[in-house]
């Protein structure tokens, strides 16, 4: 068998971790949560996106508290204030640094695409990509976005699904397109250049579509989204329509699928008894139609609810057996498992 390191599009283990107040513990093989470092070596996880980002001031429950005939239909929550948001950042931020520091040289927040690279093919090494979900922290003026890139961000999502002063994102919403309010501000277009230019990763997850085509409209760079799935399979308000996967594809970006069940089933459903097949569905149905250099993982580990098939991280290798069985060749497998984002950050980051 080939050596198939994942490189992952989304986790909130950092949130994860400041709620439990416990950084050490990312070093100690637990039973809470999806990652942790002796987990994750385990499971293949060669790396991934660690987001930083900022709760809800009132946290209003998840789908399983907005329930309707049909599904589920959250309301966005209110924006959050800057200056909460700086704050908050900063902890989750140090707590990333804090692990690499602690870590005696087995996880290191790259920088280059040389140290992804040089990361993902040493067995014992993680290699973790400093991302923001939610671009609250950042100021109108963009001057922290500069101090930001300079201590190792190199991605940002420009919204989580409240709006905030750069754009407006979905609604965690079952059935509903993407198509739920206005694109991005100024200050949003602004942000996208000023991303371009420093080579920061701008992620199109959680963005309304009007969003997504302001963000198309304007990147030099391949268009990305880090941790949503094919609304074709599972009409989520957090999916990918067929329009914008191939507007993707065309830019020479990636989707990252996103485990999170409600995400997944075709019905939108909450219940976990589901196959990891559900997974590869949605990784078939954009590489075949779309191309198999378009589509990567994006698991949302420690922020999202999944299969009881993967359970945590140390599920990977089963999801890796599922894709093989579809069909997936090496050369395949290469790719969807950290090709993809290597190459798509190869073609962003200066
Ligand atoms: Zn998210």
Redesign the pocket.
Known sequence: MGHFPILDG?NDTLLRLHKSNDTPSFFTESTSGHIDLPRAKKGGLGGGFF?V?TPDAVDQGGPESHLTETGYDVPLPPMISHERALTFSNALAAKLFQIEAASDGQFKVVRTAAELKDCLQQQDMMAAIFHI?GAEAIDTNLDALHVLYQAGLRSLGIV?SRPNLFGEGVPFRYPSSPDTGSGLTDAGKALVRECNQLGIMIDT??LNEKGFWDVANITDAPIVAT?SNAHALSPSARNLTDKQLAAIAASGGVAGINYAVNMLRQDGGLGTNISLDNIVRHVAYIAENFGVDHVALGS?FD?TTVSDSLSDVTGLPHLLERLKAHGFDDDELQKITHGNWVRVLENTWK
């Open positions: 989304h987001a980002y979900e989580w997850t959680h941790h949302d922020g």
